[in-house]
């Protein structure tokens, strides 16, 4: 087993890979850019090495700052978590010249199956079915254009080297090739320093339904049931749930062994996750491969009764994977949301900015993977997922019934976010019956919203809270013109000020 | 104390004494002349947790666009509270955005292109400029058909929330 292990990462996920290690007895050392000096995960680590500046490429993308971190801190394994550098061969190459292990894939599987068309060449070779498209990057639009005649609009571009949404754009007809040729390239091109693009045909109402796999360095491979994550918005996941609600154990065992069919053929070993859209007739079609653990890795592990962060360390150290298929049980209903500091009011414009106050849920079946805590300010330069809130019950009305409970005990003031959202959808008729689909989202959000029928009292509760608060704030300086949005502010400089008073002078 | 507070866009009046005003706790107030008895503390900064008749309320407050944000469990509220002592300042706000309006920047981030000119006629929700923060392109868009008066910004120029990117007229 590894002595010490570097967590390339930050946020949620480096905290959690932090927890996996502590458990197993390893040392845990995290590394931080400049603006994460007070972040969690430098907090909660065993040791903190600062890797520059606040921009990911000088910092968290930067592989020699990392393997010299990693190599002057003594570490013999770097798990990557996602995002980041997770997906970068170069990376895992950098590691093994090091003489540090890598937590992941080889990077000869990540080549493989890692980049969108090569992994679809050898999806086709190996029988597994794929969305009809172009299996090679496109030069421009004007190419891009031709291939998408034969296939037919609606298409979508997407980011050779890309994930989680960035980098793609949805293309209903020729005259929108062009401008959103544009945006995907260019988005590919900050996000993944590749601008590259391929096209896909467009599937009507697909529900998106992955597989986590998991193989050993030994040749064995298991398939750990599957994830639907048919809620997105512009491509980005928001609600995750394990099982999928319209799964079957025929549709499972088929889409478990061809997940594993092409992990096989790709050499791959460590978790990784097999995409699929499956469209209304249960037919599936592979999608893309994730080489890496998944953002949305806790709705199986609390199905499963896994833990695959250990699993991960345990086989990057070279153990052998005790699980047969056959031991594979899903237990349950497990459902995840993902909290971004966003305005869902506001176009779901981010929102960076300091936590000021913050209750988090707990309870039965709650379990909150979190990277933020009340006082940190989060960061403009990176990705706004402040932490996911995963719940479980025994059917997938108590996982339901459950968030819903736990989002009610959920506040954050200060910094706005998306936790409004998911009570709008958990509330809908459409996700209780689970008739979604991946663009389900943005059709509910274009559809308006109800407006919650309030408790009798709520307003007047509403009412004489904002008085109150209008009388300590703006109020009670008898009307002096500060304007309300500063008077929070002000309030916590005050108290801060305060709290400089009272602390004791130095000895000297 | 009395004020005037728009509840999501319904004009409300709530009066609190001047005691209950400074501290909280038990307090009897006039909502809209209707008395209610109330039992409300401030639990944390902009939190209270607020008693009507032995029914419990915990609701947050906090500063959003002009106005407060008001979460009672799942419902929000938009207010804008009309102090009777700040009631001239207020007053111009709302003609002058009929006539010309300021496009912000919704959040801090970097101008990563500027899609119109000055003097370009556009639509309402034309995107006037793509703004970058947190890894997302954002396009922001005209609040109303008109012309661009001004663009305040250039490409690559960091700007901060509440920065004026555009004046459309």
Redesign the interface.
Same mark, same amino acid.
């Given at each position: 087993m590894f002595r010490k292990i570097l967590i390339a990462n930050r946020g949620e996920i480096a905290v959690r890979i932090l927890r996996a290690c502590r458990e197993m007895n390893v040392r845990a050392v995290a590394v931080y850019s400049e603006v994460d000096r007070a972040a969690l995960h430098v907090r909660l680590a065993d040791e903190a090495y600062p890797i520059g500046a606040a921009p990911s490429r000088e910092s968290y993308l930067s592989i020699d700052k990392i393997v010299r971190a990693a190599r002057d801190a003594g570490c013999d394994a770097i798990h990557p978590g996602y995002g980041f550098l997770a997906e970068n061969a170069a990376f895992a190459r950098a590691c093994g010249d090091a003489g540090i292990t890598f937590i992941g894939p080889s990077p000869e599987a990540m080549e493989q199956l890692g980049s969108k068309t090569a992994a679809r060449h050898v999806a086709r070779e190996t029988g597994v079915p794929t969305v009809p498209g172009t299996l090679d990057p496109i030069e421009n639009a004007e190419a891009a254009l031709a291939a998408a005649k034969p296939i037919g609009f609606p298409v979508v571009l997407k980011a050779v080297a890309g994930g989680g949404g960035?980098g793609m754009r949805l293309v209903e007809s020729e005259a929108a090739m062009a401008s959103a040729w544009r945006?995907a390239s260019? +988005?590919a091109q900050? &996000?993944f320093g590749d601008g590259r693009l391929y096209i896909e045909k467009y599937l009507l109402r697909p529900r998106h339904i992955e597989i986590q796999i998991l193989g050993d360095h030994h040749g064995h491979i298991v398939y750990l049931g599957e994830r639907e994550c048919s809620v997105q918005r512009r491509y980005q996941k928001v609600i995750e749930e394990a099982p999928s609600p319209v799964m079957t154990p025929e549709l499972r065992r088929s889409m478990g062994e061809a997940a594993v069919k092409l992990a096989r053929a790709g050499k791959y070993a460590n978790a990784g996750t097999v995409e699929f859209l499956v469209d209304a007739e249960r037919r599936f079609y592979f999608l893309e491969m994730n080489t890496r653990l998944q953002v949305e890795h806790p709705v199986t592990e609390m199905v499963t009764g896994l833990d695959l962060v250990k699993l991960q360390i345990r086989i990057a150290s070279g153990e052998r994977l005790q699980l047969a298929q056959d031991d594979i049980a899903l237990r349950g209903h497990a459902i995840e949301c993902r909290i971004y *500091?966003e /305005?869902p009011?506001?176009?779901f414009? $981010?929102? $960076?900015g300091k936590i000021? +106050?913050r209750r988090v849920p707990t309870g039965p079946g709650i379990r909150l993977d979190d990277g933020v805590y009340a006082g940190w300010t989060v960061p403009? +330069?990176? /990705? $706004?997922l402040l932490s996911k809130l995963i719940a479980w019950g025994g059917d997938r009305a108590e996982a339901i019934a459950r968030l819903t409970r736990a989002?009610?005990e959920h506040?954050a003031?200060?910094i706005k976010t998306n936790v409004?959202l998911f009570?709008r959808i958990l &509330?809908s008729r459409d996700f209780q019956d689970a008739d979604i689909y991946t663009r389900w989202l943005d059709e509910f959000l274009s559809r308006g919203r109800e !407006?919650?029928s &309030?408790?009798p009292? *709520? +307003? /007047? *509760?509403?009412? !004489?809270?904002? *008085?109150?608060?209008?009388?300590?704030r703006?109020?009670?300086s008898?009307?002096s013109?500060a304007p $309300?949005?500063r &008077?929070?502010e002000s309030?916590?400089k005050i108290e801060g000020r305060r709290e400089q008073l009272h602390r004791a002078p130095d000895p000297q | 104390m009395k004020l005037t507070i728009e509840l999501d866009g319904k004009t409300r009046t709530v009066e609190i004494g001047a005691d209950a005003a400074r501290g909280g706790g038990r307090l009897l107030c006039a909502i809209d002349g209707r008395s209610v008895e109330a039992d409300a503390i401030e639990v944390a900064p902009g939190v209270y947790s607020i008693l009507i008749e032995g029914t419990s309320f915990e609701v947050r407050v906090e500063p959003y666009a002009a106005g407060l944000r008001v979460g009672v469990g799942g419902r929000e509220y938009a207010a804008r509270i009309r102090d009777p002592r700040q009631w001239r300042r207020n007053r111009g706000a709302a003609e002058e955005a009929e006539g010309s309006q300021r496009v912000v920047a919704p959040m801090p981030g970097k101008v990563i292109r500027v899609l119109v000119k000055p003097g370009q006629t556009v639509e309402t929700g034309k995107g006037l400029v793509v703004v970058e923060a947190m890894k997302m392109q954002n396009e922001v868009r005209s609040p109303k058909s008109g012309k661009v008066e001004r663009v305040l910004v250039s490409e690559g120029q960091t700007v901060g929330a509440g920065d004026v990117l555009a004046v459309v007229t």
């Open positions: 960035k945006d260019s +988005e900050n &996000a *500091a /305005d009011d506001n176009s414009f $981010p929102s $960076p000021l +106050e403009n +330069e990176y /990705d $706004p989002l009610g506040y003031l200060g409004g009570r &509330a !407006i919650a &309030a408790a009292r *709520a +307003e /007047d *509760a509403a009412l !004489i809270a904002a *008085a109150l608060w209008h009388s300590h703006a109020g009670a008898g009307g013109g $309300p949005s &008077a929070a309030r916590w | -």
